[in-house]
Structure formats: C-alpha cells, structure tokens
C-alpha cells in the first residue's frame, strides 16, 4: 500500500503560478504510475495529468502548456507545477497511484491523497 499527501494549494491570481507536491510512504514509489486529477463544485472529477512509472507524461488538453509534472523516486514524491493560472482551474486537486499501466480514469487508481484546493482569483 501507498499513502499520499498533498500540500501547496492556496490562492493565486490569474495568471500566476503554482506548484503542488504528493508526498507518498512506502518504499516501492518508483513502481507506481502517478496521477493528478482535479474536481470543482459540481463537477465530475476530471484528469489532469499523469507520470508513469516508465517516465512518460500526458495532459489533459485544458493544461497542455501549462502545467508540468515530475517525479523525485528518491523523495517519493510527485509534484504539479502548474502556470498562467486560470480561473477555470479553481478546484480541490488530488494525486494518485496505480500499480500496472498508467491511466487518464480516476477508478483505475487505487490509491488517493486527501486534496489540497486551489483557487485563482480573476
């Protein structure tokens, strides 16, 4: 099993920047495949953007250029850094892994961190 954290959600104005991480227990991160999804008030839970364990990235269309994930396997930790802010990205972001193939669905993920929210202000 994994444990997840999240931290560095806050407040930003449009336009700004910044960076989420995922800290994870246990001592087989590099094995697993890491996602970030996002969800807003009456909203589905929505993709992100995920890291898998081979190191290959995707976006969702609504970040591409924007936002950029990594991964520390030394630290077990995953990191969102996200750019030019929008309001449309106000929402509660989560990270998550899955053992296996990496995945753009969030119940293919086992594993879920508690959230951290993020608001841009326009």
């Known amino acids: 099993q994994v444990q997840l954290v999240e931290s560095g959600g806050g407040l930003v104005q449009t336009g700004g920047s910044l960076r989420l991480s995922c800290a994870a227990s246990g001592r087989t991160f590099s094995s697993y495949n890491m996602g970030w999804f996002r969800q807003a008030p009456g909203k589905e839970r929505e993709f992100v953007g995920t890291?898998?364990?081979?190191?290959?990235?995707y976006y969702a269309d609504s970040v591409k250029g924007r936002f950029t994930i990594s991964r520390d396997n030394a630290k077990n930790t995953v990191y969102l850094q996200m750019n030019s802010l929008k309001p449309e990205d106000t929402a509660f972001y989560y990270c998550a892994a899955k053992v296996g193939y990496g995945s753009r669905w969030f119940a293919d993920y086992e594993y879920w961190g508690q959230g951290t929210q993020v608001t841009v202000s326009s």
């Open positions: 890291f898998t364990r081979s190191g290959t990235t």
